[in-house]
């Protein structure tokens, strides 16, 4: 089966442009999640979807970025008025919390959109 | 708070030697611990996990013991090889999120 794919997957914006990154999660996964992956900051958490809402927006770095998720499935990432220390890859994971055991704690990774703003 | 601290790299060995990436946490609770593996070009895989204390994760020849007295995740691995060359993250999962460790750059010479 598919596994998490992001678009696009490199993006090269000027500052102050807006700018949306996709997400499709392995089918039937519920959970979603999306980090960023810097150089001076390493991984950090951004944001959780469960279904379509998001119980946990704590890591999302200031107002100007926003996410969403609808019908349980494909989210997108959005950054307005984006700065240069918003260049990052920006990694998408989903879960399922389905089915027994320790196969619900793993997060499935995407391979990241790079996102360089000049 | 809970934060992961993980040895800082590039750690550079020769093929067939013994590996060790320390990783130790901070975390309330009793969190699942991970290793992620990020092979260049590729995306985050998940290399072993740990769900409680005494547990032992393994996968690919890579062993991890969760020690909750001396909150520590080490990664081992008895014989490396050129292919093993790839960044490992250590992670700790609370409140259904990971939280990384900085990561590891193993590079891996034949």
């Known amino acids: 089966g598919a596994g998490v794919s992001q678009s696009p997957s490199n993006k090269v914006t000027e500052k102050g442009k807006d700018v949306e990154l996709r997400c499709d999660p392995i089918?039937?996964?519920?959970?979603l999640y999306w980090y960023r992956q810097s150089l001076g900051q390493g991984l950090e958490f951004l944001i959780y979807?469960?279904?379509?809402?998001?119980?946990?927006k704590s890591g999302l770095p200031s107002d100007r970025f926003s996410a969403e998720r609808t019908g349980g499935s494909v989210s997108t990432l959005t950054i307005q008025r984006t700065q240069q220390e918003d260049s990052a890859v920006y990694l998408c994971?989903?879960?399922?919390?389905?089915?027994?055991?320790?196969?619900?704690?793993?997060?499935?990774f995407g391979p990241g959109t790079r996102l360089t703003v000049t | 708070g809970n934060s992961v601290t993980q040895m800082e790299g590039p750690v550079t060995l020769s093929e067939e030697a013994f590996l060790t990436i320390n990783c130790t946490y901070t975390a309330t609770g009793y969190p699942s611990l991970f290793w992620y593996v990020q092979y260049p070009g590729e995306g985050l895989q998940l290399l072993l996990k740990a769900t409680k204390a005494d547990d032992k994760g393994s996968n690919k020849g890579f062993e991890a013991t969760y020690r909750k007295e001396t909150t520590s995740f080490h990664l081992e691995k008895g014989s490396v090889q050129v292919s093993d060359s790839a960044v490992y993250f250590c992670a700790l999962s609370r409140s259904d999120k990971l939280i990384f460790g900085t990561g590891t750059r193993l590079q891996v010479f034949p």
């Open positions: 089918s039937g996964h519920t959970a």
């Open positions: 979807f469960q279904g379509n809402s998001a119980p946990d």
């Open positions: 994971a989903s879960r399922s919390i389905l089915g027994p055991g320790l196969a619900l704690h793993e997060q499935y």
